[in-house]
């Protein structure tokens, strides 16, 4: 082998997305495949080792990095939880894959892998401070920190959309009524309207005014909500991924008057509020970052 490869991995509730990476960034194959039903810690890892031996036969990889739908310990070895997964509690996947393929491996949670993949390939590889969301299914968050991910004493940190927004909202699978995912996340988007974040992009493109006020309405209430990350942190920039920021056009003008009234100059001077750039690759590309830093170490 010419030059070394790493495997990035993604987990989702639906799919799971693998790519064989060189050092440089480069994705020389990728596959995705199906997440198994139910999605069990020993059926899931069933079918990422299949795939493994799918996306790289003759063994050339030297690392593993995985992004998962949960937090994982600071060491990156065990998958503390994943709500949205059954029986994934305390999980040593690392060390699981490891014995199965060999390769040194790390895990992290998967809103922290595309925050690192941005930081690396993406909308922010020129910046050192900055922080991530991920507006899908939840709502996800990374911190970038000197250019570093930053996870916590427990590995925990970085949960930025569960944070409070309306302590008299809807409950929240974290135990946090009203929290920012219950505003900003596409299951907030079809409580409130009935429709998926794509459709509503679409009536918005076509002019539709029912569209357009909704997404300023958004725009209103992630603006509020960035407000507290923005004067605890005060970021560079602020990443805005997921499925939702295809419609990034339709609220980000709400979004960035809400913070220009409530945030004192001083706090957010040249702060950058972009669009992620690695689309659903972000979570991989970072985990394979991982990986080389895995190896790095």
């Known amino acids: 082998m010419d030059q070394p490869e790493v495997i990035g991995i993604d987990i989702g509730g639906t799919a799971i997305k693998l790519g064989r990476f060189s050092q440089d960034g480069t994705c020389l194959k990728c596959l995705t495949v199906a997440t ?64 199965k393929t060999g ?26 401070n900055f922080i991530l969301l991920t507006l899908g299914t939840g709502v996800g968050g990374a911190i970038i920190l000197d ?25 929240c699978n974290s135990g946090n009524q009203g929290s920012l995912e219950q505003y900003a ?47 605890v942190l005060t970021p560079q920039a602020i990443v805005i991924g997921g499925g939702v920021s295809a419609s990034f056009e339709f609220f980000f003008p709400a979004a960035k008057v809400e913070i220009e009234r409530r945030v004192m100059y001083t706090s957010r001077t040249g702060l950058q509020i972009l669009p992620a750039q690695l689309g659903n690759s972000a979570g991989m590309v970072g985990a394979a970052k991982l990986a080389w830093q895995k190896i790095a170490e």
């Not at 907030?188 to 300023?216: C, H, N, S, V, Y």
Request: hydrophobic fraction near 50%.
């Open 36 to 99: 198994p039903q139910p999605a069990t810690p020993e059926a899931v890892l069933a079918v990422i080792v299949d795939a493994i031996a799918q996306i790289d036969p003759d063994n050339q990889t030297i690392a593993i990095g995985v992004g998962m739908p949960g937090p994982a310990d600071a060491a990156g070895r065990i998958a503390k939880i994943a709500i949205n997964l059954p029986g994934w509690l305390d999980v040593p996947l690392a060390e699981w894959l490891e014995i």
């Open 103 to 128: 390769k040194p491996t790390v895990i992290a949670n998967d809103a922290n892998c595309a925050g690192v993949g941005e930081a690396w390939l993406g909308a922010a590889r020129n910046l050192q």
């Open 147 to 171: 250019g570093k991910l930053f996870i916590g004493h427990q590995g925990a940190a970085g949960e930025l959309g569960l944070i409070s927004f309306n302590p008299e909202g809807p409950m």
């Open 185 to 231: 996340s596409i299951i907030a988007i079809r409580r409130r309207t009935g429709k998926e974040p794509d459709q509503l992009g679409a009536l918005a493109q076509a002019g539709d005014a029912e569209a357009l006020a909704f997404w300023q309405e958004y725009g209103r209430d992630l603006g509020i909500g960035l407000v507290s990350l923005i004067y």
